[in-house]
């Protein structure tokens, strides 16, 4: 009886070899899980479980990031300080833009930049958790947007004055930038109109923002009127 010869295509095939990644490609790949397993699980989320998502072991992690704090200093540098752009700060100092048009360009931007699953829900998570990330974030928003916010305010008032934000103003300020936030909260926490992009805003969402940016103004001029 003759013999019958397997078919060469249907044997297994040999194994992808697997491509030797870089210690710097590796470690951001490590981060990238992170990002997404703290995003799921919280901050309280072990690293012994976030090692078996990312199929590595325990040690391999640790030999990258000796603590979970070192981790957690990667994913807010990532994800929050990363995000940050030196061109919105150009934009709000630009005094040949209304104060309006300035918030409202603003505000899409960063909308797009930081309104993903990962950025909203860790956040939310570390104001649950110890506030390292919500601490060190609205630290640079002092830093870098509050202040430009209220100078830009008090020249639209027509105001020369240089004194820092009264408790009035900041929450002022805070609650149009809440507002803002709070399109993440609803879609990503609250699961409210996820089928959205998040890749770019709806043009109903560009129409929100400015709607918050006039509501701001329109109480600022308010006050004027009453003072």
Do not use: C
Not at 95 to 106: C, D, S, V
Not at 176 to 186: E, I, N, P
């Amino acid at each position: 009886m003759p013999s019958i010869r397997k078919n060469p295509s249907a044997q297994q095939a040999p194994a992808p070899v697997r491509r030797r990644m870089p210690p710097a490609e590796r470690e951001q790949q490590f981060v990238e899980g992170a990002i997404r397993f703290f995003s799921r699980h919280g901050l309280d989320g072990q690293l012994r479980d976030l090692a078996g998502e990312l199929g590595i072991t325990h040690t391999l992690l640790y030999h990258y990031f000796p603590t979970k704090q070192a981790l957690l200093e990667r994913v807010y540098k990532d994800l929050f300080e990363g995000r940050w752009r030196v061109e919105w700060e150009t934009l709000l100092d630009d005094n040949r833009i209304e104060l309006p048009e300035k918030l409202t360009q603003f505000y899409v931007s960063y909308a797009k930049a930081i309104l993903s699953p990962e950025w909203v829900r860790v956040f939310v998570y570390s104001g649950l958790s110890d506030r390292f990330i919500t601490d060190r974030y609205f630290a640079l928003l002092h830093e870098k947007l509050f202040p430009r916010i209220h100078r830009q305010t008090l020249k639209h008032l027509g105001s020369r004055s240089r004194k820092p934000p009264t408790e009035r103003e900041m929450e002022q300020i805070l609650g149009l930038h809440g507002s803002v936030f709070y399109m993440g909260m609803r879609r990503w926490v609250y699961g409210l109109g996820s089928n959205l992009e998040v890749s770019a805003l709806s043009e109903i969402d560009a129409i929100y923002i400015e709607d918050r940016v006039m509501a701001y103004v329109a109480s600022l001029q308010l006050k004027k009127a009453k003072a």
